[in-house]
């Protein structure tokens, strides 16, 4: 595999919002042993981590509004 054919699949690894999509793909792209993507897979579960933690805020925070809505 050419370097920016792995660069490009390395990014994938950033692209999902589940932590089992997160784990999988870090899982399959590091037994790949891509070589230059070691920060890209880094920053792809940082930007996953990050879509995660707003999701579950925002879903808290939607349950609460609606709660609150609904007892009016």
Same mark, same amino acid.
């Given at each position: 595999m050419d370097?920016?054919? @792995? !660069?490009?699949?390395a990014q994938v690894s950033? @692209?999902?919002c589940d932590t089992k999509l997160r784990d999988d793909s870090q899982k399959f792209l590091q037994t790949r042993e891509l070589p230059g993507t070691e920060r890209i897979l880094q920053n792809g579960k940082e930007q !996953?981590? @990050?879509c995660i933690e707003l999701r579950t805020m925002q879903t808290r925070?939607? @349950?609460e509004y609606l709660g609150k809505e609904a007892s009016r």
């Amino acid at each position: 595999m050419d370097p920016s054919t @792995a !660069v490009g699949l390395a990014q994938v690894s950033g @692209a999902f919002c589940d932590t089992k999509l997160r784990d999988d793909s870090q899982k399959f792209l590091q037994t790949r042993e891509l070589p230059g993507t070691e920060r890209i897979l880094q920053n792809g579960k940082e930007q !996953v981590n @990050a879509c995660i933690e707003l999701r579950t805020m925002q879903t808290r925070n939607l @349950a609460e509004y609606l709660g609150k809505e609904a007892s009016r």
